[in-house]
């Protein structure tokens, strides 16, 4: 395959060249290259980024597989131009064994579209009672751990955790929320919520935890990794935890840096997410905070629901916003459009800063790299329409919403896997 006259996405640069595809990899990028008989896709005018990453997602299979399976999951995932998915173990059974994270490489495999990587839980059941079997899952073939959807409350057996994933050489993804501070709430605490007559959920439930997965992995010198960050005072946690020395990182996720919690006084319950939408000040610490390198990487922290589970009242409603199909979209027009970021940072926080973090193959477009490759039209738009996703989950929020930067297509090893 030869991709003619595109805008390469390169770690610090744009430059305009083609790019030659063989057996999977990238052989060679230069301009004009002589064509023998290989394919050609003319990427005159468009943008051609390393294969983007995301390195959260709930793909609900095994055992909901009413909301998301991972057939869903991947067609949808290569249509919002990602190459590789890593999915967390809320699944059901919980995904704390290696007999589940084989069943979901196999499964995906099978489906053959983009790269499906397990995450195994931290703990069995995620009860946070017991470590789960960290060294037989990543011998199955999951890249970290996480009890995502709840935090480990035991402090020590964090601790431990934390051990045991630094000799296997994986991360831990901490899910910081404490519970008892949450008491119940279902939207951030503030004006909003007021105005809303809903139970919010303060600052601190989030920034408490932060705090002690950044201490323990100080105290330990071993690495640890924080999801989807929404507050402005978390974000000054881990940038003064980075300035330390402490070996942390950090993700975030379109819906903090895009809207704030006004969008709840709609009662719309697509607007139900955890942890919670929040205040202005949160949404500009969270880009002040992907602009200085704060936060690592953009995710989608993709949560599909069937339409039972959000056409309730707000309260009872599911948490989670479908966003794999979107999330590319808001970040060339909320973060490049918006001059926040240029088109080298977005490839960073989208595609190498996940595989850096994960020890995954590819994030960068060189030669003798991966030919994982999204081709988007960066000055096309479209309209958000959740009734058109191929992902189960509908239920997004941003129905409406006008975004630029269309994925045109999806290639992993080399071959198509998407095209618009």
């Known amino acids: 395959m030869i991709i003619r006259n595109g805008n390469l996405v390169l770690k610090d640069s744009v430059i305009k060249a083609d790019i030659l595809v063989k057996e999977g990899k990238i052989v060679k990028i230069a301009e004009n290259i002589a064509s023998g008989n290989e394919m050609e896709i003319d990427a005159t005018g468009k943008h051609v980024f390393p294969g983007l990453i995301d390195m959260h997602v709930h793909l609900r299979d095994p055992g909901y597989e009413h909301k998301e399976d991972i057939e869903s999951g991947s067609k949808a995932a290569v249509k919002g131009g990602f190459t590789q998915i890593c999915c967390m173990p809320n699944t059901n059974p919980i995904?704390?064994?290696?007999?589940?994270?084989?069943?979901?490489?196999?499964?995906?495999?099978?489906?053959?579209?983009?790269?499906?990587?397990?995450?195994?839980?931290?703990?069995?059941?995620?009860?946070?009672?017991?470590?789960?079997?960290?060294?037989?899952?990543?011998?199955?073939?999951?890249?970290?751990?996480?009890?995502?959807?709840?935090?480990?409350?035991?402090?020590?057996?964090?601790?431990?955790?934390?051990?045991?994933?630094s000799g296997f050489?994986?991360?831990?993804?901490?899910?910081?929320?404490?519970?008892?501070?949450?008491?119940?709430?279902?939207?951030?605490?503030?004006?909003?919520?007021?105005?809303?007559?809903?139970?919010?959920?303060?600052?601190?439930?989030?920034?408490?935890?932060i705090a002690r997965d950044i201490a323990l992995a100080e105290s330990l010198d071993v690495p640890v990794h924080i999801c989807h960050v929404s507050t402005y005072s978390g974000v000054r946690l881990i940038r003064d935890a980075k300035k330390a020395g402490v070996k942390v990182t950090a993700e975030t996720c379109p819906h903090y840096f895009a809207v704030?919690?006004?969008?709840?006084?709609?009662?719309?319950?697509?607007?139900?997410?955890?942890?919670?939408?929040?205040?202005?000040?949160?949404?500009?610490?969270?880009?002040?905070?992907?602009?200085?390198?704060?936060?690592?990487?953009?995710?989608?922290?993709?949560?599909?629901?069937?339409?039972?589970?959000?056409?309730?009242?707000?309260?009872?409603a599911s948490f989670g916003i479908s966003g794999i199909e979107t999330s590319f979209g808001f970040a060339i027009t909320y973060l490049y459009k918006a001059g926040v970021l240029s088109l080298p940072e977005i490839a960073n926080r989208m595609s190498y800063a996940p595989a850096k973090i994960l020890g995954l193959e590819g994030g960068e477009i060189k030669e003798g790299g991966v030919a994982d490759l999204t081709i988007a039209d960066l000055n096309e738009s479209f309209i958000v329409d959740p009734k058109n996703f191929v992902s189960k989950g509908k239920n997004s929020p941003f129905g409406g919403y006008e975004l630029s930067g269309v994925v045109k297509y999806t290639i992993v090893d080399g071959e198509i896997k998407y095209q618009a």
């Open 169 to 209: 050489n994986i991360k831990c993804l901490c899910h910081c929320e404490d519970k008892d501070l949450v008491d119940g709430g279902v939207v951030n605490e503030g004006v909003s919520s007021t105005i809303a007559g809903l139970k919010g959920i303060p600052r601190a439930a989030e920034d408490i935890v």
């Open 260 to 316: 704030t919690d006004e969008v709840i006084t709609s009662f719309d319950t697509n607007t139900k997410v955890n942890p919670p939408i929040r205040e202005e000040i949160d949404k500009q610490a969270i880009l002040e905070g992907l602009k200085d390198g704060t936060l690592d990487c953009i995710v989608t922290d993709h949560a599909p629901h069937h339409t039972n589970d959000k056409h309730v009242e707000y309260n009872t």
């Open 95 to 165: 995904m704390d064994n290696k007999v589940v994270v084989s069943y979901v490489k196999h499964k995906a495999q099978e489906v053959g579209l983009c790269k499906v990587h397990p995450i195994g839980a931290i703990t069995k059941g995620e009860k946070g009672e017991q470590l789960a079997e960290i060294g037989e899952m990543k011998k199955a073939g999951a890249v970290a751990i996480s009890d995502d959807g709840v935090s480990v409350k035991n402090s020590r057996l964090m601790r431990l955790a934390m051990e045991y994933a």
